[in-house]
């Protein structure tokens, strides 16, 4: 069975680095690209980029480019969502999904569970 | 802010056909696949369908998707209290070189 099992809900100051977590599980992780996906309170979805476990190629939504950084570590099938200095406005829910096949044109079909972030002074 | 326009809300009565539009541009819809994905309440999103029309095993046949030009539509048929949930229309857009998806619609069954 296919899962993507995240890191729990995190409370943090405005300023405080954050590293969100993303293991899978039931599939050849390095076969599949994994994308990070936010949902703001009461918003829609929003790509912020994806990365090929493999060989860590990431690309990145042009929305998120330099706002956040995504990682993988292979050895452990883990995906990885990092903040360096977080704002109020990065509060959210953020799911990982794995991309059906190929590159980011392809859907999600598999998700996380999500993690919500929560920023606030 | 999505680009792809979706009704905020739709509803119908039990076994009643429910229809959702997603409206997009060239750059989108226009030249690639559209996807649907289900949000039930408090839950994660849900593969529906893809490349338009496809359905992931396991997903009803009472949902089919369309597309004709820039615009795809979600129809749900024989609906069920179930179904009421969050649905969010997607696709690639080759001009932002971004995945863009709709501003989704609430189902509700009355």
Do not use: H
């Amino acid at each position: 069975e296919v899962q993507l099992v995240q890191s729990g809900a995190e409370v943090k100051k405005p300023g405080e680095s954050l590293k969100i977590s993303c293991k899978g599980s039931g599939y050849t992780f390095t076969n599949y690209w994994v994308a990070w996906v936010r949902q703001m309170p009461g918003k829609s979805l929003e790509w912020m980029g994806v990365i090929y476990p493999a060989d860590s190629d990431t690309r990145y939504s042009p929305s998120f480019q330099g706002q956040v950084t995504i990682s993988a570590d292979k050895s452990i099938r883990v995906a990885y969502l990092q903040w360096t200095s977080l704002k109020a406005s990065d509060t959210a829910m953020y799911y990982c999904a794995r991309l059906q096949y190929g590159g980011p044109p392809a859907a999600f079909d598999f998700w996380g569970q999500g993690a919500l972030v929560t920023v606030s002074s | 802010q999505s680009v792809l326009t979706q009704p905020p809300s739709a509803s119908g009565t039990p076994g009643q056909r429910v229809s959702i539009s997603c409206s997009g541009s060239s750059s989108n819809i226009g030249s690639n696949n559209v996807k649907w994905y289900q949000q039930l309440p408090g839950t994660a999103p849900k593969l529906l369908i893809y490349t338009n029309s496809r359905r992931p095993s396991g997903v009803p046949d009472r949902f089919s998707g369309s597309k004709s030009g820039t615009s795809a539509s979600l129809a749900i048929s024989g609906l069920q209290s179930e179904d009421e949930a969050d649905y969010y229309c997607a696709a690639w857009d080759a001009s932002l070189n971004d995945y863009v998806f709709g501003t989704g619609t609430t189902v509700t069954v009355l």
